[in-house]
């Protein structure tokens, strides 16, 4: 045994006083009294004769008991009251619905979505997290729930799981990380109202780069019942892939810019005018390429202000191969098309934060996407970190009938949920 | 191959070898100093944020994963102060040898006594607290060479061969931490029982080394901006206690600080409370020469 660990289990179990020679290695209580002139040299002096304690007694203080193995639990709720003077095209899944789909005026409220997260280490080679959602009341889903490497070498990181996708930037965040009530129409509209997510695998590369750059290669069996507008056209076995490059430059103190392009392939699902195509039928071969960026300004500290602000945007391109309706039999011309967001949001003071969103699609216009266009605003009030209340009002721009809705959403976080990435 | 030219390559990649520098990453910038004095020219240490930043709320802007990539050795305050921005990226990082409970991994807050840790329940009705005690523990001089002692420690441990580097460094710096120490001290007698509000939680350490009195906080609870209730009784409580300093760290914003400095008569100290605050604070001995005359200066 360690002659240093056995001297300190001898201490530990030594129920008499300790002996006057073993004092002055325990450091002085500080707060007994303010130290005078030389105390600090003296503490000084013992911090540097004392020899270390065994590295084995040493640990990072924390809980003890039944909290020390269980994962980071967290519930985080999202609760609307709204209305609308028609169903909003393209709803997201986890998007507010307050109608509970029904497509005329509505006014009602909601719990956008409930969610319950897990978050741990695994073990030294994996780290696993699962968030367990239920959007508008609508049943149990799994967001996400996925383990990842930790320790793979050359900068690589494997993935597997259920997760969201990398594909450009608002595909891969939660609901309570976004600034707006409702996710960007392209979600819906070309990666389906869950987003790009399902049973999968990532592999991605940290490079060895002086500068940020990260690429991802990701494979997805997108099941059929998901209403993808792209990819999910394919039997299990034909999986969808994606390719992702992110990258990141910090230009000035106060500057940064993120970059990210995205390309995808797989299959979209079958043409069916009738709606009674069996399941197995493999749809036509489709791709999408996207683009993606994330200016900040903000300055290093609060010291002038807490002002920063951001600005978002992203634009996704499709192609479909031709093919023929399901049921007819019908030729179906090619469809190549596209949609953009930009958004732009501000911290105006401690606390509040106010933005605007430009949604378009039909850039350029298809059979299946014609031209929408929204404009969003929001302006929201964070009481602390853990909570939010936020109004935001969208309308629908160059329609006949725009769509217009008015939603305030109360926010908050309980628990020990894991910080986000950038 | 010649002998000679063999003897010439294992010499060099001997060489090579050697002159690798333990390459050390620090999530505030007061223990990448600490770390420099004891690694000396055998580290090269990277500071993850700016002496100028709140450590609370780093960015964990993707660059970061570069530098932890490479890290041999992390060294952070613990005690959550880090928790909103170090642990996805420890995790992204795919770096094994950084890894939590890894020889890589120095939680630099198990070298020190902790102070304020909650007793009783623990809740956020209370603010943003740190469950797990004061994590603003590296502005005295004790502690600093505490956190100093265990990077070389754990320096020994990753790279022995320049163990006794390490030991000279260490007391090299213990020796330049003593022999600033009477003037440090001279300086504190003045300071004894002077009574100060403080903006955050922050400086309960620094207090106690100094025998400042803090009667009271700006931050009722940490984290959240007061409510205006709680001001008015602070700057009674403050006139009443005859306090004579309001101090905030310098990241933070003043105004609410310095409104409650004078409407309660007393003077704002803006304290830097890590090297590299300000351009001025390069090491360690300098930070604490500021924070001393910051105190002084608005006292006297």
């Known amino acids: 045994m360690n002659p240093l660990i056995l001297l300190a289990v001898l201490a530990a179990t030594d129920p008499t006083p300790s002996s006057p020679n073993s004092e002055p290695a325990k450091p002085p209580e500080q707060g007994a009294q303010p130290s005078g002139g030389d105390d600090l040299a003296r503490e000084l002096e013992q911090v540097l004769a004392n020899p270390s304690p065994p590295s084995a007694t040493k640990s990072a203080s ?13 519930v985080i709720s999202d609760g609307v009251i709204g209305g609308w003077n028609q169903r909003p095209i393209f709803l997201s899944g986890d998007d507010p619905d307050l109608a509970a789909g029904a497509a005329g005026r509505a006014l009602g409220l909601t719990l ?9 280490t695994v073990d030294p080679y994996f780290i696993a997290n699962a968030f367990l959602t239920i959007p508008n009341l609508q049943g149990l889903e799994v967001e996400e729930a996925y383990a990842a490497t930790t320790s793979l070498p050359w900068g690589f990181q494997l993935k597997a799981g259920v997760f969201r996708s990398s594909a450009g930037r608002q595909n891969e965040q939660h609901l309570h990380t976004q600034s707006f009530s409702l996710r960007p129409l392209i979600n819906a509209a070309y990666l389906g109202p869950d987003g790009l997510r399902g049973p999968g695998a990532q592999l991605s590369w940290l490079a060895p780069t002086p500068f940020f750059l990260r690429l991802a290669a990701e494979v997805f069996s997108l099941p059929h019942d998901a209403e993808l507008l792209t990819f999910g056209g394919a039997s299990r076995y034909n999986p969808s892939a994606v390719a992702t490059a992110k990258t990141f430059f910090d230009l000035g103190s106060s500057l940064s810019l993120m970059l990210g392009g995205t390309f995808a392939f797989g299959h979209a699902p079958v043409p069916d005018s009738t709606g009674i195509a069996p399941p197995e039928l493999q749809g036509p071969r489709s791709w999408m390429a996207g683009g993606d960026l994330y200016l900040k300004w903000k300055r290093p500290n609060d010291v002038e202000g807490y002002f920063w602000l951001a600005l978002q945007a ?10 023929a309706d399901a049921a007819s039999l019908e030729p179906v011309p090619a469809q190549l098309d596209g949609g953009a967001y930009a958004q732009l949001v501000a911290q105006i003071a401690r606390r509040w934060q106010a933005g605007v969103r430009f949604d378009l ?9 014609h031209r929408a266009a929204r404009l969003s605003g929001m302006f929201q009030i964070a009481p602390s970190e853990f909570s939010r209340v936020r109004l935001q009002y969208f309308r629908g721009l160059a329609a006949a009938a725009p769509e217009q809705g008015l939603m305030l959403l109360l926010e908050y976080s309980i628990g020990a949920h894991g910080a986000h990435p950038y | 191959m010649a002998p000679k030219t063999t003897l010439l390559l294992s010499l060099l990649l001997a060489s090579t070898a050697q002159a690798a520098p333990v390459k050390v990453a620090t999530s505030i910038e007061t223990f990448a100093s600490l770390a420099r004095a004891v690694g000396g020219d055998r580290v090269e240490v990277q500071s993850l944020s700016r002496g100028y930043q709140d450590p609370h709320f780093v960015d964990a802007k993707p660059n970061l994963l570069v530098v932890l990539s490479q890290t041999d050795l992390l060294v952070f305050a613990g005690l959550d102060l880090e928790i909103g921005w170090l642990p996805p990226l420890v995790t992204n990082s795919r770096n094994e040898r950084i890894q939590p409970g890894q020889r890589g991994s120095l939680d630099a807050s198990t070298a020190i006594d902790v102070m304020e ?4 329940a623990v809740s956020r009705a209370q603010g943003d607290i740190h469950p797990r005690g004061n994590p603003h523990y590296w502005i005295t001089p004790v502690n600093a060479l505490k956190v100093a002692k265990e990077i070389a420690d754990r320096l020994k441990q990753l790279d022995p061969a320049g163990a006794a580097s390490y030991d000279a460094n260490l007391q090299a710096f213990g020796a330049q931490l003593k022999a600033r120490a009477p003037a440090w001290s001279e300086k504190a007698k003045s300071l004894k029982g002077l009574k100060v509000v403080s903006y955050h939680k922050s400086f309960g350490y620094l207090a106690r080394w100094l025998g400042l009195d803090e009667v009271g906080y700006v931050e009722d609870k940490p984290g959240i901006p007061p409510d205006p209730k709680h001001l008015v009784e602070l700057i009674e409580h403050s006139k009443a206690e005859g306090v004579k300093l309001v101090m905030v760290e310098s990241f933070y914003n003043r105004s609410i600080a310095q409104s409650v400095a004078d409407k309660a008569g007393a003077k704002l100290a803006v304290i830097p409370s890590n090297v590299g605050a300000t351009p ?17 200066k608005a006292a006297s």
């Open chain 1, 62 to 74: 924390g809980p003890a008991g039944s909290g020390l193995l269980n994962p980071d639990i967290s």
């Open chain 1, 112 to 120: 956008q979505e409930l969610e319950i997260g897990f978050q741990s």
């Open chain 1, 314 to 323: 992203e634009y996704f391109y499709r192609h479909i191969a031709p093919s």
């Open chain 1, 361 to 369: 699609l039909g850039l350029p216009e298809s059979e299946l996407i």
């Open chain 2, 117 to 120: 840790v909650p007793t009783g």
């Open chain 2, 280 to 296: 001025a604070i390069a090491d360690y001995p300098q930070l604490i020469d500021a924070i001393l005359d910051a105190l002084l």
